[in-house]
């Protein structure tokens, strides 16, 4: 529960900068297109992101595996101090020489990885672990949630794929790149990547191509994809160390 809630403090206030497109921007101070200059600076270069977001340009996906890592390092650092368990972590987390890579399970994409062998399926997540089959009004905070575009057109827009998503509970997802006041209700979130395939690409710059979603087709789109939705049915939840 304590790890969820450090997930959830690290997501609430981002502002990030949104790519849109273009090409990421880091602080070149400590990373170079994504990569620690040096392994011995990961935690002040993950809290460089947190406390001058301006200087980091980063998707969704990118966003919410730094969420992930920034909220395992406070936690065993300053929340709750364990060297045993901050050893654990720090050793899943560099085991493939990169942090920021394959923290959650490769299965966590089967619907869009086609040829992956079973080998490459098997793969766990270094982070988090995958849990499937989970209903469309089932969220716990700290769960990372997928919502997919499935508009043919505005998913082959750089970024707009569909949207990686923390919940951070009280109804809550997280808006990395603050342009919702910090957070989308739930309808908001589904609102967000429906509204894509409108060309509403910012709530506060394109508002009035927006096409309001009743509570009708709101639940419609509340399912899996394979049903007709927007809501992936796996969540990804936060693993122990010990």
Request: net charge neutral; glycine share 6%.
């Amino acid at each position: 529960m304590e790890i969820r809630q450090s997930i959830v403090a690290w997501a609430e206030l981002t502002n990030w900068a949104w790519p849109n497109g273009g090409s990421a921007r880091w602080n070149t101070k400590y990373w170079h297109k994504g990569d620690l200059r040096d392994a011995k600076q990961l935690n002040v270069a993950m809290l460089d992101a947190f406390l001058r977001p301006k200087k980091y340009a980063i998707g969704c996906y990118t966003a919410s595996k730094m969420v992930l890592v920034q909220a395992y390092i406070d936690y065993y650092t300053r929340i709750r101090p364990n060297a045993k368990k901050l050893n654990s972590f720090m050793t899943a987390l560099w085991k493939d020489r990169d942090p920021l890579i394959n923290i959650e399970p490769e299965r966590m994409w089967y619907m869009f990885e086609e040829g992956k062998d079973s080998a490459e399926m098997a793969r766990v997540g270094k982070l988090v672990e995958l849990t499937e089959g989970v209903s469309s009004d089932s969220f716990i905070p700290g769960d990372w949630v997928y919502f997919l575009n499935t508009d043919p057109a505005t998913a082959q827009k750089t970024g707009y794929e569909g949207s990686n998503s923390i919940y951070m509970g009280r109804g809550r997802f997280d808006d990395y790149y603050n342009d919702n006041n910090h957070f989308y209700t739930y309808k908001e979130k589904i609102q967000e990547v429906y509204q894509w395939r409108n060309h509403v690409f910012s709530r506060s710059r394109d508002t009035a191509r927006i096409h309001p979603l009743s509570a009708a087709e709101i639940s419609r789109l509340s399912v899996d994809p394979k049903e007709g939705g927007l809501l992936l049915e796996y969540r990804a939840t936060p693993i122990l160390f010990h």
